[in-house]
């Protein structure tokens, strides 16, 4: 059964905004939730993450353009990229880990930007 279904991407032009979307299987079954990014050849990076305290914590590149947050009825996370760089370009994965410590990954999605 699919636990993460990620939603959204595609191509912008650099300054442009897009938005991701993920629906989560089972909302209230976990520890953390968040976004993480990887390009080709290189190891999949934090974007955005809220902990089990309700911390909310964002890499320095995105911090001030990028927004994580939730639509709860709808079971969502929702990431709000703006003033998109070309740097951001990469395959964007939603993360959630469950209370028993398992990881679930959503199955990627492409954000190309050009400059």
């Known amino acids: 059964q699919v636990q993460l279904l990620e939603f959204g991407g595609g191509s912008v032009q650099a300054g442009g905004s897009l938005t991701l979307s993920c629906v989560v299987n089972g909302w209230s079954d976990f520890m953390t939730m968040g976004w993480y990014r990887q390009t080709l050849g290189e190891r999949r990076d934090e974007v955005a993450t809220?902990?089990?305290?309700?911390?909310?914590h964002y890499a320095p590149s995105v911090e001030g353009r990028f927004t994580f947050s939730f639509d709860t009825p709808g079971s969502r996370l929702i990431l709000t990229m703006t003033d998109l760089k070309p740097g951001d370009t990469a395959v964007y994965y939603c993360?959630?880990?469950?209370?028993?410590?398992?990881?679930?990954w959503g199955q990627g999605i492409q954000v190309t930007v050009s400059a």
């Open positions: 809220l902990d089990n305290r309700g911390r909310f």
């Open positions: 993360h959630r880990r469950r209370r028993d410590g398992w990881d679930d």
